[in-house]
């Protein structure tokens, strides 16, 4: 698995209108352009306890240009905590961003964040360049 950084994407971001292939190029072949382009991303996960929390946190995080997207849903959690078994609903807030937003996203998670200790992951998809673009417009400062 390759961990989303500034440094293992520059590349993407740099060579975002070039195809990814070394095959004809897509108006050569007659494919859609799109075919041959992808980007990387980052997609964040954390949880909180309430449908309240999870909209308020998602409009702190868009709001604040962190992520360009934020989705949620509610589930159901089974953990230990302090030595005693816990079934809590919780709502899962899905984070989409690029790797210069992640120390802005991380900070407003744990700024809006009510537990003690929060679940922050991270893993980073690819996605098509159109969405990309779209992606980096949202969060650009």
């Keep these: 698995m390759r961990l989303c950084s500034e440094r293992s ?10 195809p990814t292939s070394s095959k004809p190029s897509p108006a050569a072949s007659g494919q859609d ?3 041959n382009q992808w980007a990387t991303l980052c997609v964040v996960v954390t949880t909180v306890d309430s449908a309240e929390a999870a909209e308020d946190m998602a409009r702190a995080i868009v709001s604040g240009k962190a992520a360009a997207c934020v989705q949620s849903e509610r589930i159901n959690s089974c953990y230990m905590w302090d ?3 816990q079934n809590t609903p919780e ?3 899905i984070f989409k961003t690029l790797p210069d937003a992640l120390p802005r ?4 998670i744990h700024e809006q964040h009510s537990y003690e200790v929060p679940q922050i992951t991270m893993r ?4 098509l360049q159109d969405y990309a673009k779209w992606l980096k417009a949202q969060i650009q400062p």
């Design 9 to 18: 994407l520059a590349l993407d971001w740099a060579t975002m209108s070039t």
């Design 33 to 35: 352009s799109r075919d």
């Design 83 to 85: 030595g005693v078994m």
């Design 91 to 93: 709502w899962r807030l």
């Design 105 to 108: 996203l991380t900070r407003l």
């Design 124 to 127: 980073t998809e690819r996605c």
